[in-house]
Nanobody, 114 residues
């Protein structure tokens, strides 16, 4: 499974961004899709995840601000990020989990700054 992210950039505090992650390859083998982020000097952390049944879970730090969704026709998962804070600044990675193991995208930079 190959993953390609897009949608990162520079945004002011309080602004919004939407990240996209398109999958290709053995799509039918994917059981879960997720978004992670890694800030400088910190470990990679889970932001949001959606499993094959549609259930979602979020990091406490983004609950009520971020929404993960998917378009199965486009093999794409989205992360809508609202009310962004400087602490959300990080490289965001999408991943896919299945019988093949775990695949990661290349990452997209999100910078929240005035």
């Amino acid at each position: 499974v190959q993953l390609v992210e897009s949608g990162g950039g520079l945004v002011q505090p309080g602004g919004s961004l939407r990240l996209s992650c398109e999958a290709s390859g053995s799509i039918s083998s994917i059981s879960a899709r997720g978004w992670y982020r890694q800030a400088p000097g910190k470990q990679r952390e889970l932001v949001a995840r959606i499993i094959s049944g549609g259930r979602t879970n979020y990091a406490d730090s983004v609950k009520g601000r971020f929404t993960i969704s998917r378009d199965t026709n486009k093999n794409t998962v989205y992360l809508q990020m609202n009310s962004l804070k400087p602490t959300d600044t990080a490289v965001y990675y999408c991943n896919a989990v299945g019988w093949f193991g775990v695949s990661w995208g290349q990452g997209t930079q999100v910078t929240v700054s005035s």
